[in-house]
């Protein structure tokens, strides 16, 4: 109404002096960013706070005190905003097409609203009971031998729970190759350490684990149901104690261990491997002989190859059809459902209700239908313009990045030169694939919903099988466009940004620059520092793991690496409960860098001019309130104690005080002096990139 009034005004006084030499109309306002003005929430703040005390809460303060954590939710803040965002937005998808005649659809519509349909006809659920799974469960009840459980673990269709997980990746030596991968599984809870920690957090979660498996089982229909139970428990703590911790897990080198499937054998023998792949359907032979196969855990396979083998398979049948019902929980009645989301929506994260029906519908279409979905959410809420944009703010870090690296004082010329090599082989995705995923093999089938997330199972895996032996597919994604993340691969040398991440607060193109840099230029180049992290650091710019630094070089990397996981592991998120910085490593160079090479490609974008003083606050005060501003959150301590236990990123409030306490910028824009809470000395602020 207000630009309205003032057109009206300009038009009266134009009128009035028509016959003197008139006045070209003054411009319109500038578009207002979505948040605040120029785009940071200043309402949010608590400004009694000191930035070098609690930057996180010197940002994001006022609006702590006053948010709340929404039962169906683990957490609040800038990411589940947008994740609701992305949520209402797939939701309008689907409620449009269930709008439109079914002649009217495309293939690809009707199989998202009838999968949708599916789903959320919870009436036709209640009335079929277990009969979707009764013929499931009674080949699993019927398992004999050792054999018949090993071809259960392999089973892409029953998608139960397995000793070794199995999949298609990409060789890390020969990206240009897939590979089959195999790795450690076969736990209920999230890590080792809930089965393993005598502190009374992890004693209670294992109690409470202890009563689902109880309660599934007697739902199900078992009897005898706690003494059952109680051996599930116990085979499952036998194979935490054997299983790697994620520090170990996360070291790209120790997981890379090649060797035929015959070697395989020889180092399990006590699995029946055979078995376990023909259920899978992956050959064991290859154009060159023998299938090679990638194990990760090595040290790991004989002792849990021991375990399965000494384990009765009355136990096992047991134990898959537990875990088979935890994985088809949520297309059964109601009572599984809820069951399942007591302990592992409750209990480990914290959330008190479910999300509604709807909203998991589309969840689970952008699972299984992802890039179905995500065509038609790009179509609708992603435009040209937002991805050249997009484009352009990565070309500056780009440029940020490449002119670090040849200043770097630590490192020698011959390392840097291999570091502006592979920058310069960097592929970037934004929004979108160029080519999206062919559903057509997919049925999906309004009254089978249990078939159809089956059949979607079988889909992704006879589809990853079939090109096995076939060069890599570089152009795919792995995720969809409404997801609100973005990744950095290895392999391929790539960086990704779905289309759902780039939007306010993370992007906003009417808000200050120097809160985008801070905002989204700080995760592009949380992205491009995965490639230079502990293990990014590791590939070349053909994306082959092999080494190409000095070892001088090295050395001096990783005694800088080793300070931050120093620094991360003071950070104590809950009492008692610290940040376990090895774990989070990678993630914690990549935010500590990221910030840092946004914070020059800010100044370069400022080609020489003094940033502008808005509302009392400086360019560079500016751009670190963006930062600050994205990772505003506030979680369960339930959810808190999960993500530091079995998580690769630290929680959002230290993401925020360890990456700005690394970069000098952030000292001289808030005035951080000794004495202050999170202050560093110069000489113990990380500089990596």
């Not at 259920?279 to 849990?304: D, H, M, N, W, Y």
């Not at 790539?494 to 989204?520: K, S």
């Amino acid at each position: 109404m207000r630009r309205s009034l003032f057109a009206l005004i300009g038009l009266v006084v134009a009128g009035c002096t028509m016959a003197a030499t008139a006045s070209p109309p003054a411009p319109p306002p500038p578009p207002k960013a979505t948040l605040g003005t120029w785009g940071v929430d200043l309402s949010g703040m608590d400004t009694a706070a000191k930035p070098g005390d609690n930057f996180f809460e010197y940002v994001n303060g006022g609006w702590a005190k006053t948010a709340t954590i929404p039962a169906e939710r683990s957490s609040t803040g800038s990411f589940q905003d947008l994740r609701i965002l992305s949520e209402k937005r797939m939701r309008e998808i689907i409620d449009g097409l269930d709008a439109r005649p079914a002649d009217q659809l495309s293939p690809d519509e009707r199989k998202l609203r009838d999968f949708y349909d599916a789903f959320v006809d919870q009436k036709q659920i209640e009335g079929r009971g277990l009969a979707p799974v009764e013929a499931d469960l009674d080949a699993l009840a019927r398992l004999k031998t050792k054999a018949d459980v090993a071809r259960a673990m392999g089973s892409v269709r029953l998608g139960t729970k397995s000793l070794f997980n199995v999949e298609i990746g990409i060789d890390n030596k020969n990206p240009d190759a897939y590979s089959v991968n195999l790795g450690q599984s076969g736990l209920g809870m999230p890590d080792r350490d809930y089965y393993l920690r005598d502190d009374k957090a992890m004693v209670e979660a294992r109690a409470a684990y202890r009563k689902y498996l109880v309660d599934m089982l007697t739902l199900a229909g078992f009897k005898n149901a706690g003494a059952r139970a109680a051996k599930i428990l116990a085979v499952e703590t036998e194979i935490a104690k054997v299983s790697w911790d994620r520090a170990h897990r996360r070291d790209d080198t120790l997981t890379y261990n090649p060797m035929p499937y015959g070697d395989l054998k020889k180092l399990a023998p006590q699995f029946p491997w055979d078995a376990f792949f023909a259920e899978a359907g992956v050959p064991t032979t290859g154009p060159k002989g023998a299938r090679q196969v990638i194990v990760a855990e090595k040290s790991a396979f004989p002792p849990l190859a021991g375990i399965f083998a000494k384990t009765p398979v009355a136990v096992w049948r047991d134990y898959l059809a537990v875990h088979y019902l935890h994985a088809y929980a949520a297309y059964l009645p109601k009572k599984f459902d809820d069951t399942d989301f007591a302990f592992y929506g409750t209990v480990l994260g914290g959330s008190t209700a479910q999300l509604d029906r709807p909203i998991r519908g589309v969840h689970l279409l952008d699972r299984q239908l992802g890039e179905a979905l995500g065509r038609l959410y790009v179509a609708k809420y992603f435009p040209p313009e937002a991805k050249a944009k997009a484009q352009a703010l990565v070309a500056n870090l780009m440029k940020a990045y490449e002119q670090d690296i040849a200043t770097l004082p630590w490192m020698s010329e011959a390392t840097r030169q291999k570091a502006l090599d592979k920058l310069h082989h960097y592929t970037l995705k934004i929004g979108y694939p160029d080519k999206w995923r062919d559903y057509s093999p997919y049925t999906v089938a309004r009254d089978d919903l249990v078939g159809d997330v089956q059949r979607g199972n079988l889909f992704e895996w006879n589809r990853d099988l079939k090109r096995l032996d076939d060069p890599v597919d570089k152009s795919e994604w792995g995720m969809t466009p409404p997801t609100v993340n973005a990744y950095y691969n290895p392999p391929f040398n790539e960086i990704v940004f779905p289309a759902a991440i780039l939007q306010p607060p993370f992007f906003d193109p009417n808000a200050d620059d120097a809160v985008n840099y801070g905002g989204i230029g700080a995760v592009i180049g949380h992205e491009i520092s995965h490639g230079f992290d502990d293990q990014g650091s590791k590939y070349t710019g053909l994306g082959v793991m092999e080494s190409w630094w000095t070892a001088d070089d090295r050395k001096n990397f990783d005694a800088r690496t080793a300070m931050i996981v120093s620094q991360y592991d003071a950070f104590e998120p809950l009492p008692g409960l610290h940040v376990i910085g090895k774990n989070t490593l990678g993630e914690n160079i990549a935010d500590i860098a990221g910030l840092t090479i946004a914070y020059k490609a800010y100044h370069l974008s400022l080609g020489g001019k003094p940033a502008p003083v808005i509302d009392g606050f400086t360019g560079d005060q500016r751009f670190f309130l963006g930062f600050g501003q994205i990772w505003r959150s506030k979680y369960r301590d339930n959810a808190i104690r999960t993500q530091t236990l079995s998580n690769e990123h630290t929680i959002s409030n230290f993401r925020v005080i360890g990456a700005s306490r690394n970069v000098d910028g952030w000292y001289d824009a808030f005035g951080v002096k000794p004495g202050d809470k999170y202050y560093l000395a110069p000489d113990q602020r990380v500089k990596l990139w």
